[in-house]
């Protein structure tokens, strides 16, 4: 099997871009992860982003941002899989390097939510949901998210500020992150005093909507110099599944299956087990995903994912280490962005260049991004060659 | 090298569904597909869409339409490229098979239109197009296409109804098709009488907006019964490139890099040369970008595309058969279902089931299926094997 490995990682500040457009944004990203490759030349690229045809008026991104980045000429394409669009574009990259017909490719995840502003948002947000019978009813994402917790809490009798844990990991993690939105951690009381958004999710229980690029150049190993200077990881894993965009459609609304199927995949295909996973970057864009993924995946017990949070298991020092550089959460939600962040920073983790948040020795880490409420999840595993 | 093949295939009458939405447009191509291919259970679905999340503010079609489509829990994922959506769509399942990870993949491409009417669909056909620099202009895509031709007709003395061959052929063609929105030939007196939409662009210069949707069961040759009903049909070879969005950054705007590259490419990969190609499906949604690729392809000589419409060469029994049932003019313009449209007719003529339309003793064809004016052109060889 081919080894395909990232050769190179760029991202820019995750926040409110109002001076620059969509395809400066993707630039600024390509260029550093071009740079950081050696400068290898791409040959196709894989374009991640969730809302752009909405919120910037502008589809057909493969075209557009490749003749911005002065690859005019290469292959490019969009794809779309809601919030799971960053994951989504690597899963093709991926694939594309695997059939050994692309040698090179880059992957680019790109959002830029203030082209507009307030409730045009949500409802660009909400054609991520089932249009015809839950966004037609006026059924908003963090509508849905608060269903979900409000169910969970009830039948695990979660206390409040139960779902604390999360916020205070993430923004502690932030605050170590020089590309992350909000770079402060934040006290139990701050958590406990936050006003609701939709209850029981209150202001730290869900991520902001921000500006993002992120890009990952793509190779595979054989094609790589040896003497490079940075440590090679590897995509050891890649998969990906799909599950009802509507809730009342599900079995069990409170188990993600897609989490589980993709992750088992990743790791059958990695030939490790979940032991051997040293951070899990979950898609925390509301705090009952990040409990339901922990679960699904196999950390915690059903019914239990919250505990992990509550006890600071999931700290940079805890059982499993999650949102290493402070997640959807305090990085920021840079929609289709999202899954190439976490991708970008999970090899610099494996890179060992993540600084005052290094997880110690970490040898593989485990990424997975959502759509919708776990309605797509891709996971991949990543992994340091030696 | 592995053979991928098109096992199944699948579509819907191309027209106005006003009475059925994108969902089950959608599971009625793949219906037929799967059927098609003698029940093969696909792994993954590539849906090909531009729209919807503007038409039908429904994003996140992989999700949906597996979950509709009973495939509840496959990889699903959404390509867009614009107008090329279709191709790109089918390129990603082409990719997804030669990496060896997915054993049986469904390519989809749907749109539906008439979700939304007027000057909306042109406001959402806009965002295909350079929003920054031309869309913001109201430059709408017919608009872009119209100057493409007058300049084409001024250089190259293209006299009044010069380009009329190319409707004629479709929809001589169309009437041969069940599919096709259009099935009744056209006189030359009806195309010289048709008003302006923007001239130099007549009535019967572009491809009416239409919904519709078809659909591919592809697998790899040696997953496949060798006692098939259907002869089978390989995918050959498999190429897409892009170019820049406005047409003003061009060098000549007046020749489609784009449909020459990723056709030479195409070609290399399947190891034909063009005397090898039977047939010719072209992206006519204008009749201009027939023309330019015709020139592009190397079947004319730089601005004299239009002469081989104009001498009948593109019919049936002509130099080089092009639009067989019909293309975008009489088959219509389903959007991002236009390239799987266009793969599901070159099936259907190297099975032998063209019927009335039969390019007789038929190996191979080349699709091409462009995003704008060919910013993004997706090509694609299916050849009959023996």
Same mark, same amino acid.
């Given at each position: ?29 390509? %260029? ?42 290469? &292959? ?32 680019? @995840? ?7 502003? +307030? ?17 037609? %009813? ?14 969970? $809490?009830? &039948? ?49 229980? $869900? ?21 490079? %200077? ?22 069990? $609304?409170? !188990? !993600? ?35 339901? %993924?922990? &679960? ?18 999931? +700290? ?11 997640? $959807? ?6 929609? +289709? ?23 110690? @020795? ?25």
């Amino acid at each position: 099997m081919t080894e395909v490995v990232i050769a190179g990682i760029g991202q820019t500040e995750v926040g409110e871009h109002w001076s620059i457009g969509l395809r400066e944004l993707a630039f600024a990203a390509i %260029q550093d992860a071009v740079k950081d490759s050696g400068g290898l030349k791409p040959q196709a690229l894989f374009v991640g982003n969730m809302l752009a045809p909405n919120l910037s008026n502008q589809a057909h991104l493969g075209a557009l941002i490749a003749d911005y980045a002065g690859l005019t000429g290469i &292959e490019a394409v969009t794809v779309e899989a809601a919030g799971a669009s960053g994951g989504a574009a690597l899963r093709q990259g991926y694939l594309a390097l695997a059939s050994g017909m692309v040698d090179v490719a880059l992957v680019l @995840g790109v959002e830029k939510f203030s082209d507009k502003i +307030g409730p045009n948002v949500d409802e660009a947000l909400a054609t991520t949901s089932d249009s015809d019978f839950e966004a037609v %009813q006026g059924m908003t994402t963090t509508a849905q998210a608060a269903l979900l917790m409000r169910r969970y $809490m009830h &039948e695990n009798h979660v206390p409040a500020n139960g779902f604390a844990g999360f916020a205070l990991t993430a923004h502690a993690n932030g605050a170590g992150n020089p590309c992350a939105m909000f770079r402060k951690a934040i006290k139990p009381e701050t958590y406990a005093k936050a006003e609701m958004v939709s209850d029981p999710i209150n202001m730290f229980d $869900m991520a902001p909507n921000a500006d993002g690029a992120a890009a990952l150049v793509l190779t595979r190993r054989e094609l790589f110099p040896s003497n490079w %200077q940075n440590p090679l990881v590897k995509i050891a894993g890649s998969a990906s599944a799909s599950d009802t965009l509507a809730l009342h459609d599900r079995k069990d $609304m409170l !188990f !993600f299956d897609t989490a589980e199927i993709s992750a088992q995949k990743a790791l059958k295909q990695a030939g490790l087990t979940l032991n051997e996973i040293d951070f899990f970057e979950y898609d925390d864009v509301f705090s009952i995903y990040a409990a339901l %993924q922990l &679960e699904a995946v196999g950390f915690a017990i059903k019914g239990q994912g919250w505990r992990l949070a509550a006890d600071g298991e999931i +700290g940079l020092k805890g059982k499993i280490p999650c949102a290493t550089m402070g997640g $959807m959460k305090a990085r920021g939600f840079a929609g +289709g962005a999202a899954g190439v962040y976490q991708a970008v920073e999970a090899a610099t983790q494996l890179r060992g260049q993540a600084r005052a948040n290094q997880i110690v @020795g970490a040898k593989a880490g485990l990424i997975q991004s959502l759509g919708g409420p776990a309605s797509t999840a891709v996971s991949h595993i990543l992994q340091k060659l030696d």
